[in-house]
């Protein structure tokens, strides 16, 4: 771990709601801030999550299900202060071979799964004047990508919404911000041949996929106090590979 621990008791210290917390990059920001010292739980369909986190069983398909998620960790934890909009998935093909289907399953869960956190999230963190909404967008959402409309379409509407909760709760002390991952190393890009990750690796100016401990470093410096006058950013944690953007 590369974070500084935090006592339990230090008021830096956060309820945090990770979506998508079995693996990848969700499980790397909930450990991460677990061991700095936050009180974690995080999402779950399939698996498990990371020791000492709480895990709560959650499709963000389904609006009653992030609501039964976010009462159960209120009445565990008390009220979410940070909300992590990480749960995505891919259903990559060439537009003209793509459902709507394919088109469906991935903007519900990515966009408008990360819109019904942010919306549940939204009443408590107005009440307590604290809150920290983020989202894990994509460099794919303002490069583009050939064969996932659906997918950088997701990522790019992402942007929008965490600018526009910046605009609306701003004033009520809330802080809404996008992390835009590069090619990390996770099941999801798992499927890359050794042959594409060496051509997209080329492209990358630090020469290698990242870790997603490199997204889990950006996402707890958001959370923290040194973070607290940004908002509305979107952050690039590419390697350099989206620059210009
Ligand atoms: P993984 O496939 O490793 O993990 C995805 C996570 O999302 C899993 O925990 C999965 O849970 C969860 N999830 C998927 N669908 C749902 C759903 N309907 N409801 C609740 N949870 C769900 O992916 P990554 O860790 O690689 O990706 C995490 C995020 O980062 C995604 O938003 C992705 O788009 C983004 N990203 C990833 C990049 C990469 O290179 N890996 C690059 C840029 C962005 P379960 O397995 O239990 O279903």
Redesign the pocket.
């Known amino acids: 771990m590369t974070t500084t621990p935090r006592s339990a008791e230090s008021a830096s210290s956060r309820t945090v709601l990770v979506?998508?917390?079995?693996?990848?990059?969700?499980?790397?920001i909930a450990e991460t801030l677990h061991a700095a010292g936050h009180r974690v739980a995080a999402?779950?369909?399939?698996?498990d999550v990371p020791a000492g986190v709480l895990g709560v069983e959650?499709?963000?398909?389904?609006a009653a299900q992030v609501d039964a998620a976010f009462t159960q960790v209120e009445s565990a934890l008390g009220p979410v202060e940070v909300v992590v909009?990480?749960?995505?998935?891919?259903r990559d093909t060439l537009v003209l071979r793509m459902s709507d289907e394919d088109w469906d399953a991935v903007i519900?869960?990515?966009l408008t799964?990360s819109f019904r956190v942010a919306k549940r999230a939204t009443r408590g963190m107005m009440r307590a004047r604290f809150g920290r909404l983020i989202f894990?967008?994509?460099?794919?959402g303002l490069l583009g990508s050939a064969g996932q409309v659906n997918?950088a379409s997701s990522?790019a509407g992402l942007v929008g919404m965490a600018r526009s909760l910046a605009r609306e709760l701003g004033s009520r002390g809330v802080t809404a911000n996008v992390v835009?991952?590069?090619?990390?190393?996770?099941?999801?890009?798992a499927e890359l041949g050794e042959d594409l990750v060496k051509k997209y690796s080329e492209q990358i100016p630090l020469g290698r996929?990242?870790s997603?401990d490199d997204?889990a470093g950006v996402v707890d410096f958001l959370i923290s106090d040194a973070a607290s006058y940004v908002t509305g950013a979107v952050i690039p944690v590419d390697g350099g590979l989206g620059m210009g953007h």
Do not use: L
Not at 136 to 140: D, P
């Open positions: 979506t998508g917390g079995s693996k990848g990059i969700g499980r790397a999402t779950y369909r399939s698996g959650c499709d963000v398909t389904d909009a990480n749960a995505g998935i891919t519900s869960t990515n799964g894990i967008s994509s460099v794919v997918y990522k835009a991952p590069g090619f990390i190393v996770t099941d999801m890009t996929m990242g997603t997204i």
